[in-house]
Structures are given as structure tokens and as C-alpha cells.
């Protein structure tokens, strides 16, 4: 029967766990974007964050993936990644610290059920958008439902069977790196641990070693996350897994001056020693231990991990990583930057043609496919708030002229245009220097738009007056005829480039 509780409790809790990081991640999803855009100032704001973050969603694999994925998507700077890495080890204590002090303090059962029920009726009858909220207060509800029923089991199992002898401390550590893999959540493993320390299953330094490996544990979920991955991603996982080997590392070296500061602590701090408190304290002290020792190391950590993997990715994809597919709004960033990197290069072609150069077949293929994947990689977003859904279009808009931009540069009248119209190539060729570098520049989308509205107006209106006047002059003599011809359809391709280069930036910078 405790057998039978204690499967039930990790799949109550698991399941609680699940449902609300589920539901908080897509609540924070605006707020994590915009917080990973404010904390390129220094490591220590990326380690504050990560642990911020973690402490919010309740999950330091989740806060790990997604910074896999923006590193990727080019949100946030590969070094401060890793401040958000080490950070999100410091907010996972956060769950351990819930469970000990509120967890085993209250009768989890008579208030985890009445919660389960709020916040199951709550997502039924709630709005879409507003249904989340419901969702992660049942979820919160049946952590504390299975942190319950596992205290039933633990009770029962402490009774049947002794761990007395279980002293191994490598074998300690393997079994809580294997209780992670196998629950798939710190957090879990965690709860687990502590119900069974509570229950008197295991004792404190048992319950300290298992929490060590279970810290190891969570690595390999950030391995499985990079496989396929771009190189700066494959990076961000090879940061958590060094560092979560490196503090346990430290955390096995000076685990005897740790567990009595923890033990002063605790005594310190409520009279006596609590030893579910103690887990945490632990927990708390030996991950900010290792990120002070990796703070100290840095630029060398960093200086490591690009000499382990080189950069080899295709400079054009790298934002695309599927990781970031669950939270639109940074998917669709992925997107947007991955475009103007391709109309950075369609400006730089259009510049060459103006030059006299030749058209690049193959750099036109490579364009194509990154159009296409940038399409395939918007097909796998799929919950989207009005805002969102929004901007979706107006980047399939853009992809929409990126296309037609690669079929008018192919076209046989680019080459020629220049000499055909020297005056117009002169013209446009510094606006198609100065848009490939300020493409980048989201803050001066609007005056790029503005500038390339006006080319585009003014070359239409160049275009209609000279195509009349060309007419007008092949009628008086039929032997111009051929060379009209063909400055009309230069005149034409001018038009065409100038315009779906003003309707791509104008669309988005929507």
C-alpha cells in the first residue's frame, strides 16, 4: 500500500508541477522576454534574474530551455546566459523551501482539495486568455495534494523498511541524479526527499547527498534539449551541465563545513533543528557557493566553452531554434531577426547588381531556404494571443515580399539595369548601403520605412513619365525599339525592387 501512495504522491505532485509551470510560463511569457531584454548589464543582474524567474514558474529546467532557446533566438547575449543558468540553480531552492515551510506545517489535505476544485472551475469558466490563472492554482493544489499522500506513503514505508545502512555517498548521489531522470523534475525529486526525511525514512545527511545528485540530474534534459541545436544553444546546455557538476563538485568537497553551517542556521533560526528546513538551507547554500565560485571565473568559463564548440552554424538560421517555439512572442523575435539578416543580404545583392556585379545564383538559393525556414519554424507556434496572431502576419507579409524581392533581383533585367540607368543606379545605391546597415536597428525601422516609402514613390513616378516617353520614341523610329524595350523593363525592375523592399521593412517593423 505505501508503495502505492508513494507513486500516487510523485504523480500528484508531478502532475501539480506540470500544470503550473505550464500555466505561469504562459503568463510570464511577455514578462520573461522583456525581463532577458534588461539584463545584458552585467552578470550579476542575469544571475538575480535567473533566479527570479525560477522562483516565479517553479522550474529551473523550464527557466534553463527557454534560456537555451533565446540565447538562440538572439535575445540574450551567450555570457549573460550563463548568469541566468546559474541563477535558475538559486531559484530552484525555492520549491524546497515551499514544501518545508508550508508543506509540512499545515494539513495539506483539507486545503490542497478545496484549491484543486477553485482552480479547476476557475479554468473551465474563465476566459481563454485568463484560463491560465485557474490552471496554475489547481496546479498548485495537487503539488500540495501529492507532497500530502506522499507523507501517507513515506509514513507507512518508514515503518516496513530501513535505510540505515545506505551511507554510500556516491550512491546516495547516483540515486537522486536518477530520481531526477526518471520524474523529469528537480522539484519532484526534491518534494520526495523531504517527505521521506520528514517521515523518518532517511536521515539528514542521506537526504543532503540525494538533494547533491539531484542537482547533477537535471542536466541531462539540457543535453537532450541541444541536440540539433545551434552552436550558441549547444553552448547555454554545456554551461548547466558544468556548472551543476561543478557545484556538486564543491558541494561533496565541503559538505561537512556545510551541513553545520546548516545546522547553525537552522538553530539560529527557529530555536532547534529542523531538518526539512536544514534540506533547504543546504540546497540554498551550496548552489550560491557555486556560483560565487563561477562568478570569480568567468571570462575564462566563457573563453572554454567557444573553445569546446566553435561557432559552425549557418549564420542565417541560428535564431531559429525550435526550443523557443512555446512562447510565441520570443518565437516570433526569433523570426524578425532572422529576417533581417536576410533582407540585410537582399540589400547587399541589390547593391552589388546597382555596382555592375552579377547576380549570385547560389546566394539566391540560400535565401530562398531561409525564407522557407522561417515559415516551417512559424508553423510549430501555436497559442497566440490577438496581439501576437497580429504580428504572425505581418511577418508572413514580409515573407511574402522577401520572395518576390528574390524573384525580381533573379530576373534577367538586373543585369544590364545599371548602365541602362546610370543616374538611378548612382541614386539608390547609397539608400541600399545605408538600409543593410541600419536593418538591424529596430529603433530606426521607422525613418528606414519612411526613406524607402519615399524611393519607392519617387521611382514609380520616374518609372510612368520615362516608360511614356520611351513609347513616344520607339513610335517615331523602330529601330530603337529593342533598346526601349529593354530600359523599360530595367525601369520596371527598379520599381520592383524599391518597392517590395519598402513593403518587407514596412511589414516588419509592424
Avoid: C
Avoid at 171 to 189: E, H, K
Avoid at 267 to 281: E, N, R, S
Avoid at 382 to 389: G, L, R, T, Y
Avoid at 428 to 453: C, G, H, T, Y
Amino acid at each position: 500500500m505505501e508503495i502505492a501512495a508513494l507513486i500516487g504522491g510523485i504523480g500528484l505532485f508531478l502532475l501539480g508541477m506540470q500544470m503550473m509551470t505550464g500555466a505561469l510560463k504562459e503568463l510570464a511569457g511577455e514578462f520573461i522576454k522583456d525581463w532577458m531584454n534588461r539584463i545584458a548589464g552585467g552578470t550579476g543582474r542575469a544571475i538575480f534574474s535567473g533566479a527570479v524567474i525560477t522562483a516565479i514558474i517553479q522550474s529551473s529546467t523550464a527557466v534553463t530551455l527557454l534560456t537555451i532557446g533565446f540565447v538562440s533566438a538572439g535575445l540574450l547575449p551567450f555570457r549573460q546566459s550563463i548568469g541566468v543558468i546559474m541563477g535558475a540553480n538559486i531559484g530552484s531552492t525555492s520549491t524546497g523551501w515551499l514544501v518545508s515551510l508550508i508543506g509540512f506545517k499545515v494539513d495539506l489535505m483539507a486545503w490542497a482539495l478545496p484549491i484543486v476544485g477553485i482552480g479547476a472551475l476557475a479554468q473551465t469558466v474563465l476566459t481563454k486568455r485568463k484560463a491560465a490563472y485557474g490552471k496554475a492554482f489547481a496546479g498548485f493544489g495537487l503539488l500540495f495534494l501529492g507532497v500530502g499522500v506522499l507523507q501517507t506513503g513515506m509514513d507507512d514505508l518508514q515503518a516496513a523498511v530501513s535505510f540505515e545502512g545506505m551511507t554510500n555517498i556516491f550512491l546516495l548521489i547516483a540515486v537522486g541524479a536518477m530520481m531526477t531522470v526518471i520524474m523529469q523534475s528537480s522539484s519532484v525529486a526534491v518534494a520526495t526527499t523531504l517527505a521521506a526525511l520528514f517521515s523518518g525514512v532517511i536521515g539528514f545527511e542521506q537526504a543532503a547527498y540525494l538533494v547533491i545528485g539531484q542537482n547533477i540530474g537535471t542536466t541531462l534534459t539540457a543535453v537532450l534539449a541541444t541536440i540539433g541545436a545551434s552552436t550558441a544553444a549547444k553552448r547555454a546546455g554545456l554551461t548547466h551541465v558544468l556548472f551543476n557538476l561543478g557545484t556538486a563538485f564543491l558541494a561533496v568537497l565541503l559538505a561537512p563545513v556545510l551541513m553545520w553551517t546548516t545546522r547553525s542556521l537552522s538553530t539560529a533560526l527557529f530555536g532547534t533543528f529542523d531538518a526539512a528546513v536544514g534540506i533547504a538551507i543546504f540546497h540554498t547554500l551550496f548552489n550560491v557557493l557555486g556560483v560565487l565560485a563561477f562568478a570569480t571565473v568567468l571570462p575564462w568559463f566563457v573563453r572554454l566553452l567557444e573553445w569546446l564548440l566553435p561557432d559552425k552554424d549557418d549564420p542565417l538560421l541560428h535564431h531559429l531554434d525550435a526550443s523557443v517555439a512555446g512562447i510565441p512572442e520570443v518565437a516570433l523575435e526569433a523570426a524578425h531577426r532572422t529576417i533581417q539578416l536576410i533582407l540585410a543580404k537582399l540589400f547587399g545583392l541589390a547593391r552589388n547588381l546597382l555596382a555592375g556585379g552579377d547576380v549570385d545564383a547560389e546566394e539566391i538559393d540560400l535565401l530562398h531556404n531561409a525564407a522557407m525556414q522561417v515559415r516551417t519554424f512559424l508553423a510549430k507556434i501555436e497559442a497566440m494571443s490577438p496581439d501576437v496572431f497580429s504580428r504572425h502576419v505581418q511577418i508572413l507579409h514580409a515573407l511574402d515580399h522577401i520572395d518576390r524581392l528574390l524573384q525580381v533581383l533573379s530576373e534577367p533585367a538586373a543585369k544590364g539595369a545599371n548602365w541602362l540607368h546610370p543616374g538611378l543606379a548612382e541614386r539608390w545605391m547609397p539608400l541600399m548601403k545605408n538600409a543593410e546597415q541600419r536593418i538591424f536597428d529596430d529603433e530606426a525601422m521607422p525613418a528606414l520605412v519612411s526613406e524607402l516609402n519615399d524611393a519607392s514613390a519617387a521611382m514609380a513616378s520616374h518609372r510612368k513619365i520615362r516608360r511614356d516617353e520611351y513609347f513616344v520614341r520607339a513610335a517615331k523610329s523602330s529601330d530603337e525599339l529593342d533598346l526601349v524595350l529593354k530600359k523599360v523593363d530595367a525601369l520596371l525592375w527598379y520599381d520592383g525592387v524599391l518597392y517590395h523592399f519598402w513593403r518587407a521593412v514596412a511589414r516588419l517593423g509592424d
